[in-house]
C-alpha cells in the first residue's frame, strides 16, 4: 500500500494532486447524488424522521444547489441532474488521468533515453541491448499504468473516508459495522494481492527476457537460417513463452479469487446485516434500504481499493524495472569532464598508457604519438589491442595509468562531447541505421546540406554506386544495412565519419571488405585528407602501410613504432608524400 503512494508521490510529468482531486470531484457529485436519492426514498415511505440532523444539512445543501423544489419529482430531477455532473466529472478526470499516464510514461522514456546516451560505452558491451529496449517501451507504459492505479487508489481512500463520516451521519453501529467487515474484506484478500505482485514481477521478467532474446536472435539471423539452427532456437523461446503465460493465468486467477471472494465474503455479511437488522434489532426496512444504499456504496469503495492494488501490486515491477534502469544508467554515466577549448594543432600523445577489460591487461605501458595533419597506421595480429587503444582515445574507455593527451592538454579534463564532436569515426563493425543513405550519413546533425553528403560521399569513393541506385540517397539501406554488400556499407560509414569535417578521423579496418581498386581510390583520397585531418587507420593493408606517415606495430597490448614508408621516402628524398 505505502509502495503505491510512493509511486503516486514521485511520478514526474503530471500534477498527482489535479488527477486526485479530479476523481474525488466525480465521487463528491456521486454521494451527493446520492444524498437527494435517500430523502427520495424516505419520502415514499414516510420516515424521514429517521434520519440525523447532519444528514439534513446535506439533503438541504443538495436541494439549494440544484435549486429544486422538495417534491419527489424534485429529488428526481436533482438526482438525475447530480447524476449527469458525477458523469462528465468522472468523465474529465479519466481524460486527464489518461493523459497523465501519457506524459508519466513519455517522462520516463525521455530520461532512460538522456541516460542511455550519457552512459559508459562499457555498459552497452555487457549488457543486452533488448532490456534497455524492452524498458524504454514496454515498462514505461505499464509504470504510466501503476501511476494511474496509485492515484485511483488515492482517490479511493479519500472517498472512503468520505463515505465513512457519511455513513457514521446515518448509522454509528452500522458504520463500526461497516469498518469491521471492510476490514476482513480487505485482511481475506490480502494474500491474493502478494500473489499478484509475485505474478507481476515475473511477467516484467518474462517480457523482457523475451524482448532480449528475440533481439539477440534477430541480429544474427542470417548464420541461424543459413545453418539451419532455427528449430533449437525456437526451443529456447519455449520456456519464456510458458513463464510468461503462466504469469499471465496466475494473474487472472488472483483477480477473479479477488472479486469472486469479495462477492462471497460481502453476500454473507450483508446476509448477516440483514438478519440483524430486521430479525433482531427490528429496524424498519425503509431505514435499512437507506442504510443499505450507504453500506453497498461504501463496500464498493472497499472493493475498488483492493482493485487498484491489486493492479497496482501487478503493475508495479515495471515501475521499479524503468526506476532500476534509470538508477543503474545513472551510475554509470560518463564524466561530463571541463569546459577548455580543444584544439588538435600538434597531436594526440599515449604516455605510458596502461588498461584491463576486467582483469585482462589489454593495452600495457604504450607511448604513442599522433601527430596533426598526418596518417598514422596501427598495425598487429587479431586480438592486440589496437580497437583497445583507439576506445582509449575516444575517451569510451579510461587508462588505469599513463595519460592520453591532445594538443598538451590531459584528454581527461576535457569535455568528452566537446572532444568527440571533433571527431569522424568508422568502427571495426559496421551496422547502419535502416533509414535511407541520407539519413545514415547525417546521423541525426540537421544542419548538414545535400551537398556536404556528396561531398563526403565523392570522397568516400561512394558517389558512383550511390548514383546508380534508383533512389540515389533516399535508397533504405536495409535492417543493419543488410540491402547494401559489406564493402558499400564501409564506403557509407566513411562518408558518415568525413561528412562533418572533423579534425581526427578514426579508421578501424575500414577498407577490410573492399577490393584494391577501391582501396586504392579511398587511399589516395586519404592522402589529399591528410593536413586538413588527422587521420588514424588500423589496418593490414599494405595500401595503408605505404602512405602512413607512422607506423605502429602494435602486439600483445605493446606498441612498437616501425619506421614509416612515407617517412623514409621523404626523407631521403625532401619531398612532400602528396603529389
Ligand atoms: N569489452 C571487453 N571486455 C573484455 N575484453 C575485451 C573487451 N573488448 C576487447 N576485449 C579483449 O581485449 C583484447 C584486445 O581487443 P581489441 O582491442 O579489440 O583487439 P584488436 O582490435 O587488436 O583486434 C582481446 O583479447 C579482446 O578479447
Ligand atoms: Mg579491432
Partial sequence: MLKLF?????????????????????????????????????????????????FKVVIDATLAVTGMPATIAGFTIAVVL???????????????????????STRLREDLLNAMFDTKW???????????????????????????????????????????AFAMMASFKFAVAGIIAGTIIVVGMGKLIAVSRRAGRRQTRSTSQLVTLVADALNNIKPIKS???????????????????????????????????????????????????????????ASVTVVGIIAFQSISVVRRLQKFLQRGAELEASYHAVHEMSAKLAREAERAGGAQDITLDHGCTFDHVTFAHEDQPTVENVCLFIPSGKITVLQGPSGAGKT?????????????????????????????KAWRSHIG???????????????????????????????????????DFVNSLPDGLDSNAGEMGGRLSGGQRQRIALARALVGRPKLLILDEVTSALDPETEA???????????????????????????????????????????APAKRRRKSAETPVHE
Fill in 82 to 104: 447530480m447524476l449527469i455532473l458525477r458523469t462528465i466529472l468522472l468523465g474529465l478526470a479519466l481524460t486527464y488521468a489518461g493523459f497523465s499516464i501519457a506524459n508519466v
Fill in 521 to 563: 581510390s579511398i587511399c589516395s583520397n586519404a592522402l589529399d585528407l591528410a593536413g586538413v585531418f588527422t587521420i588514424i587507420a588500423i589496418t593490414h593493408r599494405p595500401a595503408w602501410s605505404k602512405i602512413a606517415d607512422r607506423l605502429y606495430k602494435v602486439d600483445n597490448g605493446a606498441a612498437t613504432e616501425i619506421t
Fill in 122 to 164: 562499457r555498459y552497452f558491451v555487457d549488457h543486452r541491448a533488448g532490456r534497455i529496449a524492452n524498458t524504454i517501451s514496454v515498462d514505461a507504459t505499464r509504470a504510466g499504468h501503476a501511476y494511474l492505479e496509485s492515484a485511483k487508489f488515492v482517490a479511493a481512500v479519500i472517498q472512503g473516508i468520505g463515505y465513512l
Fill in 388 to 416: 583497445t587503444i583507439v576506445d582509449l582515445l575516444l575517451g569510451l574507455h579510461e587508462p588505469a595509468s599513463g595519460q592520453i593527451t591532445i594538443d598538451d592538454r590531459p584528454l581527461d579534463q576535457l569535455s568528452l
Fill in 6 to 54: 510512493r509511486i503516486f508521490a514521485s511520478a514526474k510529468g503530471t500534477n498527482p494532486w489535479l488527477v486526485v482531486t479530479c476523481l474525488v470531484l466525480a465521487s463528491v457529485a456521486e454521494i451527493l447524488s446520492m444524498s437527494a436519492m435517500l430523502p427520495a426514498l424516505l419520502a415514499v415511505s414516510g420516515e424521514s424522521g429517521i434520519l440525523p440532523p447532519a
Fill in 227 to 285: 545453418m539451419a539452427r532455427t528449430v533449437p532456437f525456437i526451443a529456447m523461446f519455449g520456456a519464456n513463452l510458458q513463464a510468461l503465460n503462466k504469469s499471465i493465468k496466475i494473474q487472472v486467477l488472483s483477480s477473479q479469487g479477488l472479486d469472486r471472494g469479495n462477492d462471497i465474503l460481502i453476500a454473507v455479511m450483508i446476509g448477516i446485516a440483514f438478519f440483524l437488522a430486521v430479525g433482531v434489532w427490528e429496524i424498519t426496512l
Fill in 425 to 463: 569515426y568508422v568502427p571495426q563493425e559496421l551496422s547502419l541505421l535502416h533509414a535511407s543513405l541520407r539519413d545514415n550519413i547525417a546521423l541525426g546533425n540537421t544542419a548538414l546540406s545535400d551537398e556536404d553528403i556528396v561531398e563526403a560521399l565523392r570522397l568516400a569513393d561512394a558517389e
